[in-house]
């Protein structure tokens, strides 16, 4: 199991090499820069809804979630005139809070991830639209919108920076602490972690709060890179947020995480969505694509499963 | 999850959940007709019932689905894509509109039946299959039609649209009531029905009393992209054209009152437990706060914020009901 990412790199490195030697125009620095970018924020996406997976459940209100942390963010620098820092902290708290209130209802209550997310999808869209009177907030920090534009070195941008620091924590608490492994033991076999003294609630709770901070954090590097707060932030990122870390091979039941697979399949989809542009395809072909794989990924998995023990598919 | 003593109790719970639903109804009519300006005028009662419509076809849509444990994310994306392909047929190839319509349906049974195969063959929840053909019907549809409506319609299939009974009611409704009886009876009375409601309750062991579960899942699927089809068609009859955009990107603006109805109507979401009755009301009941709290000028974006509520405390009301119910029958 160890590298079960390794057909995935592979995949990746191979779509690269064909679209650097058919399209001499994708090495190009700001090409490079524009995909580096749209990685940055689709990572961060796909880890919001790879958490939920990791604890057997999903969060369908992560775009929304997005989208008001996004919205709130501008506003507080454009009505409230807060500078980026206070409102940054504020945005990620906001995220906690709504991914808090997803965790509690669900844990406490015992009800279905899938409604509860629908139901609060609808809420927060609602706050959102409620909030912004569906108009953009234009006059955020300078010092967002130039973080949104700059670059580190030569093609790499500086909202790669949440995305690292991001990766690494999730990796961190998923991998080192307490707290994640009892999320992945929680979706593994919830009634045997809980026999084991695990409280099951709060791993729900976690995951949930986690995924909130982690779409929070996505709908600001969105605002940052659109230059300001779009109440539509968030209402597209439903099914990549899905397609990542399910052909990155995240277990749908719960309890098996891969985040260099979920990262791999950002790309490959990242890669997919250029090479669109770049061989000037109609891009709506990227929802077909989409949802294409993700039927690919779990045909493949069970195909897998079907396989006798010792046999392995590509 | 509700096999065994509940099942013995069922009717009385479907009756006093009715009960439940029709006095809320009455009572959000009392109280819009009292706060909301025109909220009884005939036009608007008009237009509440062509709405109620379209919401209770998308409840069944999710219901029949829901019955096997399932659920279909895609019936907003097969429902534009079956419409716009009747307005093609019409527009581009003159069909008559009776062809037309048949034709789509067809053609959403069909997507349907697609969702439910690769369900049933890839043995992958409903979900993830369903999110994914969402993405691939309504792109291919967008890829097509190349995001253009389809406005060049025979006058005979926009008159639909202008018929009125009674001056107050829309005769789509009675279509969907009428889908809804059919429903009821197969769920109740047939063993195609039965067999539906056994593979929700516990899958193995009907696949144990012999009845082919896959095929049941299948057959909800196409069942719901019909249902999809013809709520689809209803809506661009209201429209006077179709729209590719007309229930959101991918359809997902189907999504939150497809869920209200049977959720709010106690339909499980663990399947075996289908309540029609209920389900049509609960979907009358959503076209009505809609409908009450627009006139209200409360803004549109509250009543989202509060449709979302309304889920949130139907599911914790049936918590709260399974939980009490289940004290009592412990004592």
Same mark, same amino acid.
């Given at each position: 199991?160890? /590298? ?18 058919? @399209? ?24 919001? &809804? ?6 057997? &459940? ?26 980026? #820092? ?14 808090? +209130? ?27 639209? #409620?909030?912004?009177?569906? &108009?953009?907030?234009? *006059? ?17 941008? #500086? ?31 919830? !009634?045997?972690?809980? %026999? ?5 609630? @709060? ?51 719960? $309890? ?17 969505? &250029? ?11 990227? /929802? ?17 499963? %079907?396989?006798?023990? $010792?046999?392995?598919?590509? | ?65 829901? =019955?096997?444990?399932?659920? *279909? ?8 894509? !079956?419409?716009?392909? =009747? ?6 190839? @003159?069909?008559?509109?009776?062809? =037309? ?42 890829? +097509? ?18 018929? @009125? ?18 429903? =009821?009876?197969? +769920?109740?009375?047939? *063993? ?15 696949? %144990? ?14 069942? !719901? ?26 359809? /997902?603006?189907?999504? +939150? ?11 499980? %979401? ?62």
């Amino acid at each position: 199991m160890r /590298q079960e990412w390794l057909g995935l790199a592979v995949i990746a490195v191979l779509g690269f090499i064909i679209m650097a030697s058919l @399209r001499p125009a994708f090495l190009t620095p700001f090409n490079l820069f524009v995909l580096l970018s749209t990685f940055a924020l689709a990572a961060l996406i796909a880890l919001g &809804q790879m958490i939920t997976l990791a604890v057997g &459940q999903l969060n369908l209100s992560l775009g929304s979630i997005g989208g008001l942390v996004a919205v709130s963010f501008a506003g507080m620098m454009d009505v409230w005139h807060w500078s980026a #820092a206070p409102s940054f902290v504020a945005g990620l708290a906001l995220g906690a809070l709504a991914g808090a +209130l997803n965790g509690i209802l669900i844990a406490q209550f015992q009800l279905s991830a899938f409604i509860v997310t629908l139901a609060t999808l609808a809420m927060f869209k609602g706050l959102n639209l #409620a909030l912004t009177k569906a &108009q953009p907030f234009y *006059d955020i920090d300078k010092i967002v919108s130039t973080f949104g534009n700059a670059s580190l070195i030569g093609p790499i941008p #500086a909202v790669l920076i949440p995305t690292v620091i991001a990766t690494a924590v999730v990796a961190y608490i998923l991998y080192r602490l307490p707290a994640g492994r009892q999320i992945l033991a929680v979706g593994g076999n919830s !009634s045997a972690s809980e %026999l084991s003294g695990i409280s099951i609630k @709060r791993a729900i709770v976690t995951a949930h709060v986690m995924s909130g901070v982690l779409a929070g954090l996505a709908g600001m590097v969105a605002v940052a890179r659109l230059q300001l707060g779009q109440p539509t932030i968030g209402e597209d990122w439903l099914i990549s947020s899905f397609a990542a870390p399910v052909i990155g091979g995240v277990a749908l039941t719960g $309890g098996h995480v891969s985040i260099v697979g979920t990262l791999l399949a950002v790309v490959i989809v990242a890669l997919i969505t &250029q090479g669109l542009v770049l061989f000037t395809i109609d891009p709506f072909y990227v /929802q077909l694509v989409l949802g294409g794989l993700i039927l690919l990924a779990v045909g493949l998995n069970s195909l897998r499963s %079907l396989l006798p023990v $010792g046999y392995s598919l590509p | 999850m509700a096999v065994g003593p509940s099942s013995r109790r069922q009717p009385n719970e479907e009756a006093s959940t009715a009960l439940g639903l029709t006095l809320l109804i009455a009572l959000a009519f009392v109280v819009f007709s009292w706060a909301a300006a025109g909220f009884s005028s005939p036009y608007n009662l008009y237009a509440l019932t062509r709405t109620a419509a379209l919401n209770v076809l998308l409840g069944l849509a999710m219901m029949v689905v829901i =019955a096997t444990g399932g659920l *279909d994310l895609s019936i907003g994306a097969i429902g534009i894509a !079956s419409a716009m392909f =009747a307005g093609y047929l019409m527009q581009d190839f @003159r069909l008559h509109m009776m062809i =037309a319509i048949v034709a789509a349906l067809c053609f959403g049974g069909a997507l349907g039946f697609c969702n439910g195969f690769v369900v049933v063959f890839a043995r992958v929840h409903s979900f993830i299959v369903t999110l994914a053909s969402m993405s691939i019907i309504f792109g291919a549809m967008i890829v +097509l039609t190349k995001a253009e409506s389809v406005r060049d319609l025979p006058p005979a299939f926009l008159a639909l649209g202008k018929i @009125r009974w009674f001056g107050y009611l829309s005769p789509m409704l009675m279509v969907s009531v009428a889908i809804g009886a059919l429903i =009821a009876i197969m +769920l109740r009375w047939t *063993d195609l029905g039965r067999e539906i409601l056994a593979s929700g309750a516990n899958s193995r062991a009907a696949t %144990l009393s012999g009845v082919r579960v896959g095929n049941r899942i299948i057959t909800v699927h196409a069942l !719901s992209g019909i249902l999809a089809a013809i709520a689809g068609i209803m809506l661009s009859i209201r429209n006077g054209a179709m729209v590719p955009s007309m229930a959101g990107n991918l359809g /997902q603006e189907w999504l +939150l009152p497809a869920f209200l109805a049977p959720v709010l109507g106690g339909t499980l %979401l663990s399947g075996g437990r289908a309540w029609v009755v209920t389900t049509v009301l609960a979907a009358f009941l959503v076209t009505e706060l809609t409908n009450g709290m627009l006139l209200m000028s409360i803004g549109e974006f509250w009543v989202q914020f509060a449709l979302g509520s309304v889920l949130l405390l139907a599911v914790l009301l049936e918590k709260g009901r399974s939980t009490l119910m289940g004290t009592v029958e412990g004592v």
